[in-house]
């Protein structure tokens, strides 16, 4: 198969699953249902298999999971169970990626661009973009993992971004999701009240929001 038609295979799949999770719901409650019927490292297991399986194939059930694994296993061991599955994730997405789409990226950019980018990724201060990126709630691990899989950095150095940048961001969400339940959804005052009661979580977020908005402005291209 031609890069060509590999790329424009890579994008049909994309647009089918993003239909396809339209499509399929899940009940958190059924499912914290059904795993809470087995051992604790039974049901951590099938956790993250069904994580893996499913967030590939239906992609808005992610929150599903995150929610169910809050309730379910509280928010130390949930953020161990995601960031399992997020790895696992990652390196599935990457290489699906760049098995379908990098030969095709490589062809339209010129050899000269393509190892100026892979140097500018390997340096520290790519890393620590990277690095900020994988950290902060700005941009979708799915999307991020398939991305990286188009660019020259070697799936070595990404994997260290996703093992260590990966579990702040959890955290942050699995530990707000534990200690509100499903009050966060139904009573958005909830959320305020909590991060302006609890400072830990309140600064990390307003850190969150900063590098969000550092972020914003280094990715929008200047003209």
């Given at each position: 198969?031609?890069?060509?038609?590999?790329?424009?295979?890579?994008?049909?799949?994309?647009?089918?699953?993003?239909?396809?999770?339209?499509?399929?719901?899940?009940?958190?409650?059924?499912?914290?249902?059904?795993?809470?019927?087995?051992?604790?490292?039974?049901?951590?297991?099938?956790?993250?298999?069904?994580?893996?399986?499913?967030?590939?194939?239906?992609?808005?059930?992610?929150?599903?999971?995150?929610?169910?694994?809050?309730?379910?296993?509280?928010?130390?061991?949930?953020?161990?169970?995601?960031?399992?599955?997020?790895?696992?994730?990652?390196?599935?997405?990457?290489?699906?990626?760049?098995?379908?789409?990098?030969?095709?990226?490589?062809?339209?950019?010129?050899?000269?661009?393509?190892?100026?980018?892979?140097?500018?990724?390997?340096?520290?201060?790519?890393?620590?973009?990277?690095?900020?990126?994988?950290?902060?709630?700005?941009?979708?691990?799915?999307?991020?993992?398939?991305?990286?899989?188009?660019?020259?950095?070697?799936?070595k150095r990404y994997l260290l971004v996703v093992l260590l940048g990966s579990p702040?961001?959890?955290?942050?969400?699995?530990?707000?999701?534990?200690?509100?339940?499903?009050?966060?959804?139904?009573k958005p005052e909830e959320l305020i009240?909590?991060?302006?009661?609890?400072?830990?979580?309140?600064?990390?977020?307003?850190?969150?929001?900063?590098?969000?908005?550092?972020?914003?402005?280094?990715?929008?291209?200047?003209?």
């Open positions: 198969m031609k890069a060509r038609e590999k790329f424009l295979l890579l994008i049909l799949i994309i647009l089918f699953l993003s239909i396809l999770g339209r499509y399929f719901k899940f009940d958190p409650n059924s499912l914290r249902f059904h795993l809470s019927k087995y051992p604790l490292i039974i049901s951590g297991i099938i956790f993250v298999i069904l994580y893996v399986v499913v967030t590939f194939f239906i992609w808005l059930s992610k929150d599903v999971f995150r929610i169910t694994s809050a309730f379910l296993f509280g928010a130390n061991l949930s953020t161990i169970l995601v960031w399992i599955s997020e790895v696992i994730n990652a390196f599935i997405l990457f290489h699906f990626s760049r098995f379908l789409g990098k030969e095709f990226v490589e062809k339209k950019i010129s050899a000269e661009k393509f190892s100026y980018y892979q140097k500018i990724l390997e340096k520290r201060r790519g890393f620590l973009s990277l690095f900020i990126l994988r950290a902060v709630p700005l941009v979708p691990f799915r999307f991020l993992d398939m991305f990286m899989g188009l660019t020259p950095i070697s799936f702040i961001r959890i955290y942050w969400l699995q530990y707000i999701l534990a200690s509100l339940g499903m009050a966060i959804f139904r009240y909590f991060l302006i009661t609890h400072k830990i979580i309140f600064i990390l977020t307003l850190i969150y929001v900063i590098l969000v908005i550092v972020l914003s402005f280094k990715i929008i291209p200047k003209k």
